[in-house]
């Protein structure tokens, strides 16, 4: 008598489950792409524990475009990049390269080596008019000014459109030692304001402004049984 009663117990719950995905199952499901419902012309649906969606609704909504190979039997999905996003790839691209050349141009060296190699380290950033000042006036142009530490890179904080070919560009000077390219962090930095515009299809920057340095923070070392403290800096930093 109890076996038959958990039987039937046992074949209400299997019946309300399967009536629960049947529900379910003939509810339609929602494609939404950012915040917005989109009704593709096929409904998705879950096949075994996988959903299923039309790929050309889905993509052609993010802006990318669809084809189909029929001989390779292959879905060819491009995304399309826009005028915008294609210049401040170039920008950041030309900022980080005039960045790595930075170390190449030693400022101490005899005037004639300075010229020379301004040109030959800045000549594919910079603009030619730029380039000419900074050769002439070297003490203004941006480079290496101590054997340690150099500088090693810029980091872009913010790249402002200003107009269709003109761009200001945000960036800190990173300047390393051996001590900091082994253990890691930076020796200072120093905020530029670079100007950077199309000239001739090619991106190049037409000026350049410096701001004051930014020293690491020092390490301190404390004493308490003899009661003092030293503050030390790195190689190449200057002492408060």
Do not use: H
Not at 96 to 106: A, I, M, Q, T, W
Not at 157 to 185: C, F, H, R
Not at 219 to 234: I, M
Request: hydrophobic fraction near 40%; aromatic fraction near 6%; include cysteine.
């Amino acid at each position: 008598m109890k076996e038959r009663k958990w039987l039937v117990v046992l074949s209400a719950v299997l019946l309300i489950c399967a009536l629960a995905t049947a529900v379910l199952a003939s509810e339609p499901i929602k494609l939404v792409v950012n915040g917005k419902e989109i009704k593709p012309d096929v409904a998705p649906q879950i096949v075994g524990n996988r959903t299923m969606v039309p790929v050309r609704w889905i993509a052609e909504a993010l802006g990318a475009e669809v084809e189909w190979d029929a001989d390779t039997k292959t879905v060819i999905i491009t995304t399309k990049t826009s005028p915008e996003s294609g210049d401040q790839e170039a920008i950041s691209q030309l900022v980080e390269d005039f960045g790595k050349s930075l170390k190449n141009v030693s400022l101490l060296a005899p005037e004639d080596a300075v010229v020379k190699s301004i040109r030959e380290n800045y000549a594919d950033f910079v603009s030619p008019a730029l380039l000419a000042q900074w050769q002439s006036d070297p003490e203004n142009a941006l480079g290496r000014i101590t054997s340690s530490p150099w500088p090693e890179r810029i980091d872009i904080i913010e790249a402002k459109k200003l107009s269709d070919t003109k761009y200001q560009v945000k960036g800190e000077i990173i300047e390393m030692t051996s001590v900091e390219m082994a253990s890691g962090g930076y020796a200072a930095k120093r905020s530029v304001v670079l100007v950077v515009e199309k000239i001739d299809k090619n991106w190049l920057i037409t000026a350049a402004k410096l701001d004051a340095y930014e020293q690491a923070s020092p390490t301190v070392y404390q004493n308490k049984q003899y009661g003092f403290s030293l503050s030390c800096r790195k190689a190449g930093q200057v002492m408060p």
